[in-house]
T-cell receptor
Framework: GQNIDQPTEMTATEGAIVQINCTYQ??????LFWYQQHAGEAPTFLSY????GLEEKGRFSSFLSRSKGYSYLLLKELQMKDSASYLC???????????FGRGTSLIVHP | DSGVTQTPKHLITATGQRVTLRCSPR?????VYWYQQSLDQGLQFLIQ???????AKGNILERFSAQQFPDLHSELNLSSLELGDSALYFC??????????????FGEGSRLTVL
């Protein structure tokens, strides 16, 4: 089976930096996604990693270490609108269907 | 706006009943995915269709069924509903058979409440 772990909840201050970790144990690996989901809304794509290293996109960066089964999403210059759930999803080997973790609820306060 | 349309947005029904959720993918997308999201389980993959054919099955109950029509819209049928089926049901689409590096585009979801 697939196992994806993320912290349930994190809090941070507006303007700060926060790192959301994701560890996974899957049968093989075909890629890792991060999605953002505001309460009651649809998940929206943030990033995709298939090779080791850091992918930067504006205020958001995502890192992957395949050997460690580990990824993180780094959010810089936090804004109130970044308060949302962040979902880590892994596409296991031999599959193309993302398996989602339960998500990390990020609360940004002034 | 992801371009994926789901109806209805909200649905309240009783145990034992049957409902149909509808999804129109983004223009040009051939793959449709159905996910169930409940508070204690997160996003759970149910089933995927590609160009009218079933391609992958996840944790979909036998009481649930789906299909994709020639115009590429999809329907998820939920029958003999139980309280535990109350959840947010998302449809997502992608351009290709294989998700690969291609992101999934999610609809706004259909919130089902079973009383």
């Amino acid at each position: 089976g697939q196992n994806i772990d993320q912290p349930t909840e994190m809090t941070a201050t507006e303007g700060a930096i926060v790192q959301i970790n994701c560890t996974y144990q899957t049968s093989g690996f075909n890629g890792l996604f991060w999605y953002q989901q505001h309460a009651g809304e649809a998940p929206t794509f943030l990033s995709y990693n298939v090779l080791d290293g850091l992918e930067e996109k504006g205020r958001f960066s995502s890192f992957l270490s395949r050997s460690k089964g580990y990824s993180y999403l780094l959010l810089k210059e936090l804004q109130m609108k970044d308060s949302a759930s962040y979902l880590c999803a892994v596409t296991p080997g031999g599959s193309y269907i993302p398996t989602f973790g339960r998500g990390t609820s990020l609360i940004v306060h002034p | 706006d992801s371009g994926v349309t789901q109806t209805p947005k909200h649905l309240i029904t009783a145990t034992g009943q049957r409902v149909t959720l509808r999804c129109s993918p983004r223009s040009g997308d051939l793959s449709v995915y159905w996910y169930q999201q409940s508070l204690d389980q997160g996003l759970q993959f149910l089933i995927q269709y590609y160009n009218g054919e079933e391609r992958a099955k996840g944790n979909i109950l036998e009481r649930f069924s789906a299909q994709q029509f020639p115009d590429l819209h999809s329907e998820l049928n939920l029958s003999s509903l139980e309280l535990g089926d109350s959840a947010l049901y998302f449809c997502a689409s992608s351009a290709h058979f294989s998700g690969g590096s291609g992101e999934l585009f999610f609809g706004e979801g259909s919130r089902l409440t079973v009383l």
